[in-house]
């Protein structure tokens, strides 16, 4: 565990956060690294709904594994904001904060009064930050947009997939993830300006153009504009394959090998000079390179030629061995492998241990203490750290009323009280 | 480029950027984009890769007319050090020195032997932000291990939760990785410290090991697996918590559409998208239990009615109810048929080799700041200014170490 002495990057931030899926990601990074983020929970369990899995068989807000992930060290206020007290106490909460994260679509964005002009006039030094499908000037904008539209409309379904199939989403809920960090960016980017000249500002990010970034190699814009070349899906293949390609040094070769048990990912044919030679060393080593160690195909155009024969041989050669073994034999002599891993695997993995990846968090509530995922980066002075597990719905509503607004307990349990009724 | 209402966020902020290939590059874009000084430290003895690879104009073979490059370094300055010499390592350390952040995506051990890891930095410049982006990190039994995004989006397991159960894992479409979770993550990471560095003039060093800054994007897939001992499966295009969920064929070559129902008021929705028929209205199909036990059926039927018609209509007709939807569009659609897109993310600059160059805009709007999306530099292009600018070297050392070799 990290040391609780530290500061941590985002300490004293402020951050309410209203917002769906979409931005739980985005309020995450900052929680972890240090802001002091509110989430606001609606009364209505039936509006806010979490995905299952649940832990211990009840299927709750509660017990939403989904939301124990994403919404580590964030505290809790209960709050109907579409109730007129509601609505009064999420104003001054407003008041205090540094920063509004939500994701409402424009239109509902201007009904709620939450739109970038209504917050200037009202709170000229916050920083308001929305996650969008489209923009607000698209004529998609008020589209639903949930994370597969994205992935679809963003043009990274079209290449993700098998030729013959419906095209794939990436698993996990990508787009998501690749709104809330360019929302959280943008944010902090927001903060250093306000550091100097304390004005807030609205930031914005589109989930489609998020996704759109991650189509930026395989099918950039300038194959299209120059070439008409539209990528589309390639299975096992590496993306490139069967396509025009300039490039002498990148040839199209498989990159997915079955194993004993298992996959590996490894790209004979990307390799560089030096590369190759190790690539048939590697198979060498075991006595199953077959002529591939004949000196014609140090020539990549060989290596392009005959890339049937040299994915087959490399086929043979992954088939009669393990996932685990492949990798360390090939990361020894430098080449780019390394096995497909399910969660489990990572649970086991050895670099992940000696770099003590995963961390443990206590649920009081429960009294038991559960592995979470650790820290996509290590700050050397502003570690990041879990400090307390999501909070339950309404957690701390009180509290949050008395540091951000300076009421008394009496008073602020008189507001709930009114808010409830 | 003080024209604009507010000062960007970074102005006055140098980074002294090591990256190669993408990710590292597009780490430090959106540092560039909003007013920092980013300078590219890149030997034409050894070219990055990216500047050699597609797309490029036919035949053309100069290194700076690459369309992925031209993507990941917008903004940039670029110079030309060979740290093949001795004389290049000290060179690299004077930019160090007047810069507040380094940036590398090098595995583990490169910038030690060069002199140039953390270390050594902090002895020139003690308030260095330092950022390191090697695949497994720098420490560690495996931190030596090496890969791109087609290894990471497998390790890391994302391929892990990609495509349908009965088939084998799905490739590298994208090399997600690459363009994703790890520079961003590296971004916000950097920003943070600039934070810190701004409160309590303390720089740090930042260690992002790509592996496990893809891993952060599994979402609750490790929860699950900790907690309840479930080992997710590949889902396909389900969800386990909507249906129907899925992308549907729609008339004409490979077109398709997505469509996600989270509701019963979207079910609805979708019900009357498609005219009522009768099947929409049997029992088993109005409740999300109940569709998800049909689910094979559902999207049989569904599909009947997409596949008539083209995809921009289905979506529209869709989301006219209410329903979330969109076509899976290509780079051509991208492109082309999307005005909103087009307007809000595609930007076209003029490259002096060659003309047009299509890229991507800056993916965060700043209500008053207008960020910068230059051209990509030349190789090379700033590296007098660096050095007579920036270091106050004299023309005479400049022309010397020119004919000495230090500058390719």
Not at chain 1, 135 to 141: E, I, K, M, N
Not at chain 2, 208 to 229: D, H, K, R
Not at chain 2, 347 to 375: A, D, Y
Request: hydrophobic share 35%.
């Amino acid at each position: 565990m990290t040391n609780i002495e530290n500061p941590q990057a985002l300490e004293g931030v402020r951050v309410l956060d209203i917002s769906g899926p979409a931005g739980f990601y985005c309020t995450k990074l900052m929680a972890d690294m240090g802001a002091d983020v509110v989430r606001v929970d609606p009364p209505d369990a039936a509006v806010d709904r979490y995905p299952g899995p649940f832990y211990g068989g009840e299927s709750d807000r509660d017990h939403s594994i989904y939301r124990w992930h994403y919404h580590t060290n964030k505290r809790s206020v209960l709050l109907d904001i579409n109730s007129l007290s509601g609505r009064e106490i999420f104003d001054s909460l407003l008041g205090a904060a540094d920063v509004l994260v939500e994701t409402f679509r424009p239109s509902e964005a201007i009904v709620l009064g939450l739109d970038g002009s209504s917050l200037r006039e009202g709170y000229p030094s916050l920083i308001h930050t929305t996650i969008t499908g489209f923009g607000d000037d698209s004529p998609y904008s008020d589209y639903k947009a949930t994370d597969i539209v994205a992935q679809a409309m963003g043009g990274l379904m079209a290449i993700t997939g098998f030729p013959e199939e419906a095209p794939d989403q990436l698993g996990g809920e990508q787009a998501y993830h690749m709104a809330s960090l360019h929302a959280a960016v943008g944010t902090l980017l927001a903060l250093l300006s306000r550091d100097m000249d304390s004005m807030g500002r609205d930031v914005q990010v589109s989930m489609q153009d998020c996704v759109s970034m991650a189509t930026l190699q395989t099918a950039n814009f300038n194959y299209y504009t120059w070439d008409g070349i539209i990528r589309s899906r390639t299975g096992l293949n590496h993306a490139f394959s069967g396509q025009k390609q300039v490039s002498e040094r990148l040839s199209y070769s498989r990159t997915l090998y079955k194993c004993k048990d298992g996959w590996i990912a490894y790209a004979a044919h990307l390799a560089p000079p030096n590369a190759w030679r190790n690539t048939v060393a590697w198979m060498a080593g075991y006595g199953a390179e077959q002529e591939l160690g004949e000196q014609r195909f140090e020539d990549p155009d060989v290596r392009v030629s005959e890339q049937e024969r040299i994915n087959q041989v490399m086929a043979d050669f992954a088939a009669q061995r393990s996932a685990q073994e492949l990798y360390h034999s090939a990361q020894k002599l430098r080449l780019l492998c390394t096995p497909v891993q399910s969660v489990a695997d990572l649970l086991k993995d050895e670099q992940l241990d000696d770099r003590d990846w995963f961390v443990e968090v206590e649920h009081p509530e429960i009294g038991e203490t559960f592995t979470y995922p650790g820290a996509p980066y290590k700050l050397s002075e502003t570690p990041w750290q879990i400090r307390t597990r999501a909070p339950m719905v309404g957690e701390h509503t009180c509290e949050v009323l008395g540091e951000w607004l300076g009421l008394s307990s009496d008073e602020a349990e008189k507001l709930v009280a009114l808010e409830s009724s | 480029m003080n024209d604009s209402s507010t000062r960007l966020p970074l102005a006055g902020i140098r980074v002294a950027d090591f990256g190669w290939m993408i990710a590292g590059p597009l780490a430090t874009r959106p540092l560039a984009n909003f007013g920092a000084e980013v300078i590219r430290i890149e030997s034409s003895a050894r070219i990055d890769e990216i500047r050699a690879l597609g797309p490029r104009p036919e035949g053309n073979t100069s290194p700076n007319v690459a369309g992925v490059f031209n993507d990941c370094n917008t903004s940039k300055l670029s110079m030309t050090v060979n740290l093949g010499t001795p004389e290049g390592i000290e060179l690299a350390k004077e930019v160090v020195s007047v810069s507040d952040v380094v940036t590398n995506n090098f595995r583990g051990d490169r910038m030690g032997r060069w002199g140039l890891a953390y270390e050594d930095l902090v002895k020139l410049k003690p308030d260095i932000i330092m950022l390191g982006m090697a695949m497994m990190g720098t420490t560690g039994v495996h931190q030596h291990y090496g890969g791109n995004g087609i290894n990471i989006i497998a390790g890391a397991g994302i391929s892990g939760i990609t495509g349908s159960p009965d088939r084998p894992p799905v490739g590298t479409g994208s090399l997600y990785p690459d363009f994703s979770g790890n520079p961003n993550h590296a971004t916000l990471a950097v920003l943070a410290a600039l934070r810190h560095r701004n409160r309590t003039g303390k720089g740090q060093f930042i260690d992002l090991a790509q592996y496990e800054s893809t891993i952060s994007l599994l979402g609750s897939s490790v929860l699950q697996y900790t907690t309840l001992g479930s080992v997710p499966v590949r889902p396909g295009n389900r969800s386990r918590w909507a249906a129907p969920h899925g992308v549907y064929r729609c008339a004409g070559d490979d077109r398709w559409c997505a469509i996600a129902v989270e509701t019963e008021t979207e079910w609805d929705g979708l019900r009357r998208a498609m005219g009522d028929p009768a099947w929409a209205m049997e029992d088993r199909f109005q409740s999300v239990a109940g569709r998800k036990k049909h689910e094979d059926d559902l999207d049989e039927l569904i599909e009947e009615w997409t596949s008539g018609r083209k995809d921009h209509e289905v979506m529209r007709c869709l989301q006219n109810e209410g329903v979330p939807a969109g076509m899976v569009q290509n780079s051509k659609d991208l492109v082309e048929n999307d005005p909103g897109f087009r307007k809000r993310h595609i930007r076209v600059l003029e490259h002096p080799e060659i003309g047009e160059m299509t890229i991507h805009g800056e993916t965060i709007s700043i209500s008053g700041v207008e960020p910068i999306v230059e051209l990509a530099p030349h190789m090379g292009e700033h590296t007098e200014y660096v050095l007579k600018d920036l270091l106050g070297m004299p023309e005479t050392e400049v022309d010397q170490l020119y004919v000495d070799g230090v500058l390719n």
